[in-house]
């Protein structure tokens, strides 16, 4: 029964987390704190585990937009990505 109520309440945070993303307009904005949530405590680097289309559709943003907003965020250094490896920059 534990184990019920523990993933009822993670999925309720992660619900939470992204009505807050979607209160963000700039896609960047939006990537950026996405990768924050995402990202384990004092842990910098993350590793996409799920498409990025399906990335895209929880932070309210289509495909294009966040292949855009990632590559802008690599060459702006904020980021750096090899493959599915995401380290925040700053």
């Given at each position: 029964m534990s184990s019920t109520f523990t993933e009822q309440l993670a999925r309720r945070l992660?619900?939470?987390?992204?009505?807050e993303l979607r209160g963000i307009r700039s896609a960047s904005?939006?990537?950026?704190?996405?990768l924050r949530v995402i990202a384990s405590p004092n842990q910098k680097t993350v590793k996409l585990?799920?498409?990025?289309?399906?990335?895209?559709?929880?932070?309210?943003?289509?495909?294009?937009?966040?292949?855009?907003?990632?590559?802008?965020?690599?060459?702006?250094?904020?980021?750096?990505?090899i493959k599915r490896k995401i380290t925040i920059n700053k």
């Open positions: 992660h619900y939470t987390k992204l009505l904005a939006r990537v950026m704190h996405y585990d799920r498409p990025l289309k399906e990335i895209a559709s929880d932070i309210g943003i289509s495909a294009e937009v966040l292949y855009r907003t990632l590559k802008k965020l690599q060459s702006d250094r904020l980021i750096t990505r």
